[in-house]
């Protein structure tokens, strides 16, 4: 019983300091094949700078294996106004193991706006994820953006080293400092 104790203990501490847990992650993370759920079951997540104060509007649909996001975004005063799309990458925001990946591999067509992707560390506790632009000609076609994890930097924080053992989530966000639209597309997210 003791050592049961113990061992449970040690699990929870480990949870609590952001250690990885879980077995390896599988490359795909979301083809958008179902409607709700990513590739690695976990229920995709959408929100906005409504959270914050701002007034952003936001319409997604994931129809044909594509994910779709359009929208306005009126920022909070004094603040950027956003645009999210979360993919967690295991249940309860628990942090997973990516460190044999060297980044991440997007499928994205952006018609209209700013677009980025993080990737989020349970390590990180004041929302100032490593992050870095998504850039591609808006020509209507789909582009293959690969983003390196060393590339990705904090906004206003101290630059620290994304610990890719510790990721609990990969969020695609519009973007913009004023009112603007956006318009993007994304077809697959993984691992490279």
Known sequence: M???????TLTTLLAASGCALAESLAP??????????????????????TLSGGHTTTQQAIENGVLQMTGDIVPPRGQPGWASSVLPLGPMGMP????QYQGVRLMVRI???????????????NFDYH??????????????????FESMKRGWSE???????TLNSLSIVAYSLQQDSFDFEVD???FY
Do not use: C, Y
Not at 2 to 8: E, G, H, M, P
């Open 2 to 8: 003791t050592r049961l104790i113990q061992s449970l």
């Open 131 to 148: 992050a870095a632009p998504v850039f591609v000609t808006a020509d209507g076609q789909f582009h293959e953006v690969k983003i390196p």
């Open 96 to 99: 997973q193991d990516a460190s």
């Open 28 to 49: 795909m993370i979301d083809d958008f094949t179902d409607a709700t759920d990513n590739n690695l079951g976990q229920p995709r997540q959408f929100m906005n700078d």
């Open 159 to 165: 630059q620290v080293q994304l610990n890719t053992n």
């Open 111 to 125: 018609n209209h706006g700013n677009l980025t992707l993080s990737a989020n560390s349970t390590e990180i506790t």
């Open 188 to 190: 697959e997210v993984s």
